[in-house]
T-cell receptor, first 117, second 114 residues
């Protein structure tokens, strides 16, 4: 079974400081990994994904994430946080083996990021 | 890019009535649509997977007679909450596979049953 763990319910960071939102995953094979952001009463916006290739993935709005197979992690990072980055962040995974168009994503519980001016 | 339009954005209904939520893929064909439910400050829980022209597959614990899913075309999937009760109040989100970034999400529907 696939699962995603986001160990932090809340992350607080000062504006201009680097931020990290943690994610670890569990799949039976190789993973497809995603990060999404959600603003209040809105759907999910895609930030970035890891499918294969370079372990460092760059995405929207200056975010990046590093795939670490040995640690089964896919932490989201940004060098300099903005107040407008304050939102709810979800990590998601899909098992590549046997996956198809009918395979949904499995989400972590989400991490609320607050960037303080 | 791929866009999924979800309507309504919010709806308030009386207990016992039914509510229909629509998700349309605007610029691509959505063979498969996933329906999620999100409780306050919690993650997205998969309710069901709908495939165009066939019956939806429901996750364990989800009442298929209460949450009716129809996927009659490649661009439209609907979720109908029948005989709604206050405990059905939640945020419902649809998601479709796309060939760009993988999955496209609707903007969500806030359902409040009073």
């Amino acid at each position: 079974a696939q699962s995603v763990a986001q160990p932090e319910d809340q992350v607080n960071v000062a504006e201009g400081n680097p931020l990290t939102v943690k994610c670890t995953y569990s799949v039976s094979g190789n993973p497809y990994l995603f990060w999404y952001v959600q603003y209040p009463n809105r759907g999910l916006q895609f930030l970035l994904k890891y499918i294969t290739g370079d372990n460092l993935v760059k995405g929207s709005y200056g975010f990046e994430a590093e795939f670490n197979k040995s640690q089964t992690s896919f932490h989201l990072k940004k060098p300099s946080a903005l107040v407008s980055d304050s939102a709810l962040y979800f990590c998601a995974v899909r098992d590549r083996i046997g996956g198809s168009g009918n395979t949904p994503l499995v989400f972590g519980k989400g991490t609320r990021l607050s960037v303080i001016a | 890019g791929a866009v999924v339009s979800q309507h309504p954005s919010w709806v308030i209904c009386k207990s016992g009535t039914s509510v229909k939520i629509e998700c349309r893929s605007l610029d691509f064909q959505a063979t498969t649509m996933f329906w999620y439910r999100q409780f306050p400050k919690q993650s997205l829980m998969l309710m069901a997977t709908s495939n165009e022209g066939s019956k939806a597959t429901y996750e364990q614990g989800v009442e298929k007679d209460k949450f009716l899913i129809n996927h009659a075309s490649l661009t439209l999937s609907t979720l109908t909450v029948t005989s709604a009760h206050p405990e059905d109040s939640s945020f419902y989100i649809c998601s479709a596979r796309n060939r760009f970034d993988g999955y496209t999400f609707g903007s969500g529907t806030r359902l409040t049953v009073v």
